[in-house]
């Protein structure tokens, strides 16, 4: 699982400097590693995450850290999706914390919020024993059935 780390790519080549990173770091108790991506996670900068999700793919749970994302494209939605595909398999989680505009909207307009739990931020996500935030499918966290 390893420290922090920070592993900057370069964005898009479209004249304006863009910058894209990923913190690692381990949390919880229960072998639980937080992925931090920062800045516009897309086609040309979507390998630091992915060698992050790889290389930590042990863990029991990942929570993956969206406040500092500014955009995501579908590049980026596709590889959270096999990450926590991968991760259910394995019987370990992948859970989102911290989105924010426009990334939230993208998630929300393809249905992804229906296939993660999505924490309001990491806290509360570290916070929550069992997973409980915006179920798959929709469901509101702690509601009864």
Known sequence: MGGERGTPASGPPSGRPARFGVDVRPAGGRETVVIAPSGELDHDTVEPLGTALEENSGAARIVVDCEGLDFCDSTGLNLLLRARAR???AGAELD??????PVDRMFEITGALRVFRVYADVREALAADAPAAREPGGAPSGDPA
């Open 96 to 101: 989102l914390a911290g989105l924010r505009p």
């Open 87 to 89: 991760a259910v398999g």
